[in-house]
C-alpha cells in the first residue's frame, strides 16, 4: 500500500463528457502528480502540484485540467472527453519538489470511453 | 533533453533463473534513477533508487541494480525469479526535480513454470 488513494478505480463515459478524478497524497507529502498510462504513448507525466501550486506542466491538453486544494488532495478534470481519451491515469505524490524523494503511485483509476 | 530507453519490450525466463532487464539513459548529468514495478490492474511501486554514491544499488523483493555511467546504464537484476516477479518494469530518471521524470516504455516480464 502506497499510501496514495485515487477514487474512482473505474470510470465509463461517453464522449463529449466531463469527468474528474481524486487523490490522495501520501500523509506529508506536498507534492502531487498526474499521469497518463496508454498502450500507444506510455506513461506520460501530465502535471505536478507542490502545497496548492501548480509546479510544472506536461503533456497535459487544454482540455485537461488540476488543482490541489488546501488539505493537499487534487483532482485532474478531463473535459470534452474524446475516445483516445481512454486510458489509466495515475497520481503520485512526494515529500518536496527538489529533494530526491522517489514518487509513491496510486492504483489508478481507469478511465473508459464509449 | 533526456530520455530513458529500455530496449526490450518482453522478457520471458523460467521460475529460478536469474534476471536483468536492461535500461539505458540519455543525460549530460548524472541523474537519479529508479525502477518501478506494476503488476496487472495495481499502481506503480518503486523497487529501488540510485542518487549517488555505491554504484550496486539493493531494492525490495531481492532486486539489485548496478549503475555505469560509462555505459550509461541502469540495469536491474535478480539471481532467481519467482513467478510472483511476472509484472511490467519501468526504469526512470530524474534530475533531481522530481517534475523532470521520465520513463521508459517498459519491460513485460513473463515467468515460466
Known amino acids: 500500500d502506497s499510501g496514495v488513494t485515487q477514487t474512482p478505480k473505474h470510470l465509463i463515459t461517453a464522449t463529449g463528457q466531463r469527468v474528474t478524478l481524486r487523490c490522495s497524497p501520501r500523509?506529508?507529502?506536498?507534492?502531487v502528480y498526474w499521469y497518463q498510462q496508454s498502450l500507444d504513448q506510455g506513461l506520460q507525466f501530465l502535471i505536478q502540484?507542490?502545497?496548492?501550486?501548480?509546479?510544472a506542466k506536461g503533456n497535459i491538453l487544454e482540455r485537461f485540467s488540476a488543482q490541489q486544494f488546501p488539505d493537499l488532495h487534487s483532482e485532474l478534470n478531463l473535459s470534452s472527453l474524446e475516445l483516445g481519451d481512454s486510458a489509466l491515469y495515475f497520481c503520485?505524490?512526494?515529500?518536496?519538489?527538489?529533494?530526491?524523494?522517489?514518487?509513491?503511485f496510486g492504483d489508478g483509476t481507469r478511465l473508459s470511453i464509449l | 533533453a533526456q530520455s530513458v530507453t529500455q530496449p526490450d519490450i518482453h522478457i520471458t525466463v523460467s521460475e529460478g533463473a536469474s534476471l536483468e532487464l536492461r535500461c539505458n539513459y540519455s543525460?549530460?548529468?548524472?541523474?537519479?534513477l529508479f525502477w518501478y514495478v506494476q503488476s496487472p490492474g495495481q499502481g506503480l511501486q518503486l523497487l529501488l533508487k540510485?542518487?549517488?554514491?555505491?554504484?550496486l544499488v539493493q531494492g525490495i523483493k531481492g532486486f539489485e541494480a548496478e549503475f555505469k555511467r560509462s555505459q550509461s546504464s541502469f540495469n536491474l537484476r535478480k539471481p532467481s525469479v519467482h513467478w510472483s516477479d511476472a509484472a511490467e518494469y519501468f526504469c526512470?530518471?530524474?534530475?533531481?526535480?522530481?517534475?523532470?521524470?521520465?520513463f521508459g516504455a517498459g519491460t513485460r516480464l513473463t515467468v515460466k513454470p
Open positions: 502540484y507542490y502545497n496548492g501550486e501548480e509546479r
Open positions: 500523509s506529508g507529502d506536498l507534492s
Open positions: 543525460y549530460g548529468a548524472t541523474p537519479y
Open positions: 503520485a505524490s512526494s515529500v518536496g519538489v527538489t529533494d530526491n524523494q522517489p514518487q509513491h
Open positions: 526512470a530518471s530524474a534530475r533531481g526535480n522530481n517534475n523532470d521524470m521520465r
Open positions: 540510485y542518487f549517488s554514491g555505491d554504484t
